[in-house]
């Protein structure tokens, strides 16, 4: 977050706190993903979850309406099946990523409700609508399908969604914490104006097609034959309305941070423009 021009002490101190514990909130949460992951503990167990990571896995391919007619796609049925046996591990791991890490990642994340207060109290530049939106679609995804939904909790897509958050909200709130103290870093500007590349996808996808895997299995899309026999609820209507919503999301908000990283990066400014002027908080 970037403060506004001249802020009290109070909010200024306050602000920098934020950030900071922010920081170590989701980099925290980023470490101990990883050594899940790779298991450099020697505790991430490969328990007996693998059928119902699987099954959760396979149920999300068979229910893409054009998977019957695509040869491509009934490989990817059964995955683990396909997988090398090196990969098999992380795997399982990433189906059992929740039981490391989600329980703080709700806390941390609702923490950033925050940030609609800083807006919508003038402490920061960002307008409240967008920051409101960004942060209830994160909450729609811890709160509204990882607490709803159990099976979403052993999906592999859970592990890459956090892991896509965490890394990016340690060098968004360290980038934003070093700004209000007056100093800057090359370094976290190059990481804030670069990793989205790969990021943005990875944390969007996952959260898209997690939410998708909720939605019930035996009509994948919505018809009138599903609403008559009550296959589908109101909120499964909602959750499908989001699946759509976010990929359109995802292309104006990758477009813009393009166009960003043009304008803060780009040799033929000069030099690279003072993050306070050049950088709008998403």
């Known amino acids: 977050m970037l403060h506004v021009s001249g802020p009290s002490p109070v909010v200024k101190y306050w602000l920098v706190l934020y950030n900071l514990l922010s920081t170590l909130g989701w980099g925290y949460i980023l470490v101990q993903t990883v050594v899940h992951l790779l298991d450099l503990d020697g505790s991430a167990t490969a328990v007996a979850t693998n059928s119902q990571s699987a099954g959760t896995l396979s149920q999300l391919i068979k229910s893409l309406p054009f998977v019957k007619s695509s040869p ?13 046996a090196a990969l098999v591990p992380l795997y399982r791991r990433a ?9 703080v990642t709700t806390a941390v994340q609702t923490c950033a409700l925050l940030e609609v207060v800083h807006a919508a109290l003038g402490w920061v530049r960002s307008p409240i609508q967008t920051t409101a939106m960004q942060v209830a679609s ?6 509204g399908i990882t607490e709803q939904f159990p099976e979403s909790r052993t999906n592999p897509l859970f592990a890459s969604m956090v892991f896509a958050w965490s890394f990016t909200e340690v060098i968004r709130y360290s980038f934003y914490a070093l700004n209000l103290l007056g100093m800057e870093s090359d370094f976290l500007t190059y990481l804030r104006y670069t990793t989205f590349y ?5 944390g969007a996808g996952s959260e898209a097609f997690l939410m998708y895997s909720t939605l019930p299995k035996s009509s994948p899309i919505p018809s009138f034959q599903s609403w008559t026999k009550g296959l589908w609820k109101p909120t499964d209507y909602v959750r499908g309305a989001l699946f759509l919503i976010w990929w359109p999301g995802l292309y104006v908000m990758y477009t813009y941070m393009i166009k960003q990283r043009r304008k803060v990066l780009s040799p033929s400014a000069g030099k690279r423009l003072d993050g306070k002027k050049a950088i709008k908080e998403l």
């Not at 189906?95 to 329980?103: E, I, K, M, N, Q």
């Not at 994160?138 to 709160?143: A, E, G, K, S």
């Open 138 to 143: 994160r909450l729609m995804l811890v709160w």
């Open 72 to 84: 491509y796609l009934k490989a990817a049925l059964g995955l683990e099946k396909h997988l090398p």
């Open 95 to 103: 189906a059992t990523t929740y039981a490391r890490v989600g329980v």
């Open 198 to 202: 790969v990021l943005y996808p990875l």
